[in-house]
T-cell receptor, first 114, second 117 residues
Framework: AQSVTQPDIHITVSEGASLELRCNYSYGATPYLFWYVQSPGQGLQLLLKYFSGDTLVQGIKGFEAEFKRSQSSFNLRKPSVHWSDAAEYFCAVGPRSNDYKLSFGAGTTVTVRA | DTGVSQNPRHKITKRGQNVTFRCDPISEHNRLYWYRQTLGQGPEFLTYFQNEAQLEKSRLLSDRFSAERPKGSFSTLEIQRTEQGDSAMYLC???????????????FGPGTRLLVL
């Protein structure tokens, strides 16, 4: 079964500093990978996705992610964090075969300090 | 281009009552998904529709839960005889699958937060 692990439950970062959120996946084939962001009480907004091709993917709000097959990882990065980036971030994998659902990690909460 | 909308945004109910949530997908999207998210967790899949056909249901979807998507447009999720354990955020997502295998992107609505007292 496919699964996603986000090792960091909570990360605190200073405004203007760089941010990296880790995501590891377990999957039997080439995965389709996604990062979503959720502000408090809100739904999920797609940041970026990887289907194939260039392993460095650019997304919205200045985020990027790198797919590393050898490490089964899809880490999310941002060079300079803004206070508005404080939110919860979810990595997801899927779909495959006849299984169209997304499987999500437990999320990483990002706090931005002034 | 309007996004996925969900109503109501919040629902408070007493244990044992029935509740119904509505999801309006992005127009022309042929797939619609329901997920449930509890505090501190990622969303968990409940069920999905291709047009009006319900093609998969999670084991999380007990017989108290029913979902419909009449005419392949909006969808409703009903919970009968609610229990306190049903308290969660219920998220709807839609996608357009053009037959390109599994390369589809799910777009989420704002969710309906349910509190069962």
């Amino acid at each position: 079964a496919q699964s996603v692990t986000q090792p960091d439950i909570h990360i605190t970062v200073s405004e203007g500093a760089s941010l990296e959120l880790r995501c590891n996946y377990s999957y039997g084939a080439t995965p389709y990978l996604f990062w979503y962001v959720q502000s408090p009480g809100q739904g999920l907004q797609l940041l970026l996705k990887y289907f194939s091709g260039d392993t460095l993917v650019q997304g919205i709000k200045g985020f990027e992610a790198e797919f590393k097959r050898s490490q089964s990882s899809f880490n999310l990065r941002k060079p300079s964090v803004h206070w508005s980036d404080a939110a919860e971030y979810f990595c997801a994998v899927g779909p495959r075969s006849n299984d169209y659902k997304l499987s999500f990690g437990a999320g990483t909460t990002v706090t931005v300090r002034a | 281009d309007t996004g996925v909308s969900q109503n109501p945004r919040h629902k408070i109910t007493k244990r044992g009552q029935n509740v119904t949530f509505r999801c309006d997908p992005i127009s022309e999207h042929n797939r619609l998904y329901w997920y449930r998210q509890t505090l501190g967790q990622g969303p968990e899949f409940l069920t999905y529709f291709q047009n009006e056909a319900q093609l998969e249901k999670s084991r999380l979807l007990s017989d108290r839960f029913s979902a419909e998507r009449p005419k392949g447009s909006f969808s409703t999720l009903e919970i009968q005889r609610t229990e306190q354990g049903d308290s969660a955020m219920y998220l709807c997502a839609s996608s357009l699958n053009r037959g390109q295998g599994f390369r589809e992107t799910q777009y989420f609505g704002p969710g309906t937060r349910l509190l069962v007292l």
